[in-house]
Structures are given as structure tokens and as C-alpha cells.
């Protein structure tokens, strides 16, 4: 018997078709071509989530240096549901969660998400969000049209060499105005 394997790819020009298909199955919003050119420029911050060699999930995140921090934004990480609950989210975030730690210079990841997406809220909880804000009227187009701010605090490491958590900082309003803003330029929200 042959074991199903989970791996993770880059996003190149030759898949970004892929790419944008899944998201638009997946995800209620649109993405723009401003969102997929940056994409591509994103490095080990998109990827292709591939199970026993067929494209099933996706991963993009960009960096946010608003407020005096750098957190990672995590914009879209998502798979098909009749791939749900193998694990491949988890191999997903992992990747991500990895980049940040070796990387070692950011204060928090964090994500926006529709108030009633409880499976999504239930996963990031699981590797330890918290809601840490709630913006009424975020999306334009889908209802429910509130978010939830999910936000995981990191340690960073200090100019002492010591261990230091910044990440509630980040549920200041204007903070997610601003991330709202890049957002907007991506979507269609
Ligand atoms: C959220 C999402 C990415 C999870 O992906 P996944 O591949 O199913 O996740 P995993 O199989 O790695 O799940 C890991 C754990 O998270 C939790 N979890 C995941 N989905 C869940 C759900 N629907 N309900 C409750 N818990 C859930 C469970 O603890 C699960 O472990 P278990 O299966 O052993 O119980 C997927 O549901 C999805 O693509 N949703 C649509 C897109 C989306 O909303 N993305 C979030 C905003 S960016």
C-alpha cells in the first residue's frame, strides 16, 4: 500500500494558474493580478500545497512593518474541502511558522477572518490565535461582513540576546486600518 504524501511547492509563472483557481474556489473574495504579481516575488512566503502530486492548497503571506512592528500577515491559506482534515493546513502553517522562527525578527503573525468561519477559527486556535480584535463592516461584498483579528504572539529576540513578546501591541485600530488598506489593494472586497 502506497502512503499519501503532503508536500509544498514554489508558485512560479508556469502554476499561478493553479494558484489563482484554488483561491477562487475556495475563498469568498477576489484577488487582483497586483495581488498575484507579488505573488510570485514572495519566495518561501507562497506555496503550493500538493497531495500525492495534484495542486490542493495554497499558502501566501506578506510581511507588515505598520505600527513599529513586523508581523507576518498571513493573506490567504486554504484548501480544497474534500482535502480537509488530512493535515495539509497543518504542513501549511508549519512552513510558515517555521520561516518566522528561523527568521527570528518578527513580533506576531496575524490574519483577518469572517466571524462566522468557526473550522478556520477552531485550526488557528489550535496553534495558538487569539481573537484580539473584531472589525465590524470589514468586508464589502460577502456577509457576514465582520472579522475576526487572529493574532499569535512570537518571542523575538532582543539586541540583550533575550527572549521578548510584543504580540498584543499589534490590535491597536489604526494597525488594522492599515492592514485593511494593503488588503483592499489586493481584493475586491
Ligand atoms: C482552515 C483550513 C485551512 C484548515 O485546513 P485543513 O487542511 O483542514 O487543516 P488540518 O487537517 O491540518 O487540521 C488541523 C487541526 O485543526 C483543527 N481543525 C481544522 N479544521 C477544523 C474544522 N472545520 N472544525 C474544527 N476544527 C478544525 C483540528 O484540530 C484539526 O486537527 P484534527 O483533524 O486532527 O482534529 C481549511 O478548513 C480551509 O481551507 N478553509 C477555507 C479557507 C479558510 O477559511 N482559510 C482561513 C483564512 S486564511
Known sequence: MTRSSIELGDVTPHNIKQLKKLNTVVFPV???DKFYVDVLEAG???KLAYYNDIVVGAVC???DTTENQRRLYIMTLGCLSPYRRLGIGTVMF???LDYVKNDGNFDSIFLHVQVNN???IEFYKKFGFEIVDTKEHY????EPADAHVLQKALGRINSHGNISLHGNLSSSSSTNMNSRSKTRQYTFV
Open 94 to 96: 508549519e512552513h510558515i
Open 30 to 32: 477576489s484577488y487582483n
Open 44 to 46: 518561501e512566503l507562497a
Open 139 to 142: 468586508y464589502k461584498r460577502i
Open 61 to 63: 503571506c506578506r510581511i
Open 118 to 120: 468557526d473550522g478556520a
